[in-house]
């Protein structure tokens, strides 16, 4: 099975500090994505990646960063975190070629708050 | 701009009815349709999908269908049970655009005993 690990599922931080969520694959595929979840607002797409570091801005990627030094691990950077980042963050993977559609694998999810 | 408090479409049924959750989806562009479900506290776990070259597809009790001419995706969950709860997902994946999926609100399903 296809596992995808994040590295909290909880997380309480202040204004202005820098946050790092850390999500990692352990089936080599090539695409991964960083999403947030928000009550109504479904699943809005941050920063994808189709290879190592390479990286694409998704539909909201402002007031973040990402970074993919190894195939496995994704990680989503919050350079200084404000209280309307508070919100559920999901990583997901899929293995399709060359980032073609395909099924996409979530993590659990990081539940993070800002105060 | 975000809109704060939005309530997802609910979906009532009785356990051991069919249930249907319908999708509208955006881009008649789109080739490759997905539903995923969501438990509470839990990431999205994939269902079914579906390529556009295809109008149904079944899998375990579930079916999904693809209306292209008016951009319609619909799921179907044969005998409901109450682990069915969840929240369901459609997804679209425009041709151009790589392994990018495009998510739906979400309907939340609640199962009666």
């Known amino acids: 099975d296809v596992k995808v690990t994040q590295s909290s599922r909880y997380l309480v931080k202040r204004t202005g500090e820098k946050v790092f969520l850390e999500c990692v694959q352990d089936m080599d595929h090539e695409n991964m994505f960083w999403y947030r979840q928000d009550p109504g607002l479904g699943l809005r797409l941050i920063y994808f990646?189709?290879?190592?570091?390479?990286?694409e801005k998704g539909d909201i990627p402002e007031g973040y960063s990402v970074s993919r030094e190894k195939k496995e691990r994704f990680s989503l950077i919050l350079e200084s975190a404000s209280t309307n980042q508070t919100s559920m963050y999901l990583c997901?993977?899929?293995?399709?070629?060359?980032?073609?559609?395909?099924?996409?694998?979530f993590g659990p999810g990081t539940r993070l708050t800002v105060t | 701009g975000e809109s704060v408090g939005l309530h997802l479409p609910t979906l009532s049924v009785q356990e051991g009815d069919n249930s249907i959750i319908n999708c509208a989806y955006s881009?008649?562009?789109?080739?490759?349709f997905i539903w995923y479900k969501q438990e509470s506290g839990k990431g999205p776990q994939f269902i079914i999908d579906?390529?556009?070259?295809?109008d149904k597809r079944q899998g375990q009790r579930v079916t999904v269908l693809l209306n292209k001419t008016v951009k319609h995706l619909s799921l179907q969950i044969a005998a409901t049970q109450p682990g069915d709860s969840a929240v369901y997902f459609c997804?679209?994946?425009?041709?151009?655009?790589?392994?990018?999926?495009?998510f739906g609100q979400g309907t939340e399903l609640s199962v009666k005993p």
């Open positions: 579906i390529r556009s070259n295809m």
């Open positions: 881009n008649s562009a789109s080739d490759y």
């Open positions: 997804a679209e994946n425009l041709s151009n655009q790589g392994g990018k999926l495009i």
């Open positions: 997901a993977s899929s293995l399709t070629a060359s980032g073609g559609p395909g099924e996409q694998y």
């Open positions: 990646s189709y290879d190592v570091k390479m990286k």
